[in-house]
């Protein structure tokens, strides 16, 4: 199973839940990867040792302006206007340049190479019993998509892996959201939680990935939430009320799992709904 | 000279439109010649990203050696320089008016972004990749 833990938004507890499910079913060959790469922070939970670092750069296209005659086909393949062809010089927009190759392929001249451009790194490690990999993307780097394919590649197929996904609902969210077979969108029971969930439940279902709901602090809202997913037929799979000891433990950065028993069973129980809606998702 | 303003529509009598990237026309006038008014939709209006240095490419491809614009971004700023398009700003009133003020050397040179990247879109949350 490849399960992403998504939110419209950052703050609602999306990383908490994943950290505690995953360790609350640590015996189980679980791997988490952290796809948070802008601001990761499931590790702040876990302190794993990691066992590799791997540089991730994408290929930047470089003119050769011994070939290139100003032809503008680049410019005109480049899907993101990561070029401009200016009179007597090819500008290359390094922000907006997703290193697709197209450029260089389709260049009449052959007069584009590419050069690697470092944009983070991928560590992979432990901590616990679970296998833990996360990436980091260089401050100012713009361009995260690539740095979170590169930690899902470096995840093992044979294992059920949950995924931190990114906050927001825009190319990140949807590169690490490729490939996975369930959703969990955590939200809260307030109207800024309805209209984030609104915008990632508008994204699942654009992308076709089955999902399922988890409010976070039900009881300092309103009941909005739980309307809005018994209208569209989203299934509401838990509720985690406001707790002292999750709050606190939060704060001190512990997975309040391997703290208290109770809590281990919930997250147990989270997972088994999980389980249990995804196979009721596959036989649609 | 051929001038290009910026501006909301076409012919010497549309408004001007402050943005560069992201404006909806380019009007381009002869400054020696009145007669000669192209005006040329900028098809990189509603562009993710990058409005700016694709006006300045399409602006380079019509021959233009000077814009007349309200506001412009760094990168923009930096592609009409590798384009040797000389960038005036202060532009009021119809396309009409700001020939006349360039004729009359009441336009300002600028050499450096007069905003931020990205100042010109309208949906500044997300949407980056
Ligand atoms: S496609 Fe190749 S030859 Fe044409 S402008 Fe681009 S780099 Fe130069
Ligand atoms: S590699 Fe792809 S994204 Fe980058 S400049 Fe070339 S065509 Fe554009």
Redesign the interface.
């Known amino acids: 199973m490849k399960l992403l833990i998504a939110s419209g938004k950052g703050g609602t507890g999306k990383t908490t839940v994943a950290v505690n499910l995953a360790l609350a079913m640590a015996e189980k060959k679980i791997q988490l990867l952290d796809c948070d790469v802008e601001e990761p922070n499931a590790h702040l939970f876990l302190n794993p040792e990691y066992s590799s670092e791997v540089e991730i750069g994408i290929p930047v296209p470089s003119v050769d302006y011994s070939k290139c005659n100003f032809c503008g086909r680049c410019a005109e393949v480049c899907m993101f206007n990561a070029l401009a062809v200016l009179k007597d010089q090819v500008m290359v927009l390094r922000e907006l340049c997703h290193g697709c190759g197209s450029c260089a392929y389709l260049c009449p001249q052959k007069a584009i190479h590419e050069i690697e451009c470092p944009i983070g790194q991928v560590e992979a490690g432990k901590a616990y019993q679970l296998d833990f990999i996360h990436g980091r993307l260089n401050p100012g780097e713009a361009m995260s998509p690539p740095l979170i394919n590169a930690v899902k590649k470096a995840a093992a197929v044979d294992r059920i892996t949950i995924i931190d996904a990114p906050p927001g609902t825009s190319c990140p969210v949807v590169s690490a959201a490729a490939g996975c077979d369930y959703c969990l969108l955590v939200t809260e029971p307030t109207p800024f939680g309805l209209n984030d969930l609104d915008l990632a439940y508008q994204m699942v279902l654009k992308l076709g990935t089955p999902a399922g709901v988890l409010i976070n602090r039900c009881d300092i809202g309103d009941c909005a939430v739980e309307d809005y997913c018994n209208n569209n037929g989203l299934p509401l799979l838990y509720k985690i009320p406001w707790d002292m000891d999750l709050a606190r433990l939060y704060a001190r950065g512990e997975p309040v799992v391997l703290h208290i028993p109770v809590w281990k069973d919930r997250f147990r129980e989270i997972f088994f709904h999980i389980q249990a809606a995804r196979k009721v998702a596959m036989r649609r | 000279m051929k001038l290009a303003v910026c501006a909301k529509g076409e012919g010497l009598s549309a408004q001007v439109d402050e943005r560069f990237g992201r404006c909806i026309f380019f009007v381009i006038v002869d400054t020696e010649n009145e007669e000669s008014v192209v005006s040329i939709r900028n098809s ?1 209006a509603d ?5 700016g ?2 006006a ?2 399409l602006l ?2 019509v021959g233009a050696d000077a814009v007349a614009l309200g506001n412009v971004g760094p ?1 923009a700023a ?2 009409l320089k ?3 398009i000389e960038v005036f700003t202060g532009i009021v009133g119809t396309v009409a008016n700001v020939v006349q003020q360039f004729r009359e050397g009441k336009l300002v040179l600028l050499t450096e972004a007069t905003v931020p990247s990205h100042a010109g879109m309208k949906n500044r949350r ?4």
Do not use: C, D, L
Request: hydrophobic share 30%; aromatic share 0%.
């Open positions: 990189n562009a993710a990203g990058g409005a240095p694709q300045a490419q380079a491809g990168n930096e592609a590798t384009a040797k997300g949407g980056k990749g």
